[in-house]
């Protein structure tokens, strides 16, 4: 009876260990999924900025073609909402291109000074950590 029980340890090890596993594989598979699919910035125009701020947006505040604010969500993870100044008698003062397929760049690079100090450029969509 000895090997029954030894099939029993074996069938339980695998049983308990692959729940586990799949978790494990999931966490480490879900944020690159996640964030692949988070990195692509997007413009929004708005009058004024929402009291919440959805990741992967840059808010732009403006009326037509004259915009003065722009306000983003810390692309790091850290949920600092970042706001930039498009007014050029203003400086620092950033530049913003909305791409006809609604992604974002901005020019220069955004440099968070305090918090987590983040510095990474927009263009297209895209974040370029520096
Ligand atoms: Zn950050």
Redo the contacts with the bound molecule.
């Keep these: 009876m000895k090997w029954l029980l030894a099939v029993w340890l074996w069938v339980w090890g695998v049983v308990s260990f692959l729940p586990r596993w799949l978790l494990a594989r999931w966490l480490e598979w879900k944020p690159r999924l996640f964030r692949r699919k988070a990195r692509l910035f997007r413009f929004a125009r708005v009058d004024e900025f929402p009291d919440s701020l959805e990741s992967s947006t840059v808010y732009l505040a403006g009326e037509g073609e004259h915009l003065w604010a722009a306000a983003m969500i ?1 692309p ?3 949920g ?1 909402i970042i706001e930039l100044n498009l007014l050029k008698q203003v400086r620092p003062c950033w530049s913003v291109k909305q791409h006809p397929d609604g992604l974002v760049s901005l020019t220069p690079s955004v440099w ?1 000074q305090k ?2 100090r ?1 510095h990474f450029f927009v263009r297209h969509g895209r974040i370029d950590w520096c």
């Design positions: 810390c790091c993870g850290c600092e968070c918090g987590c983040s």
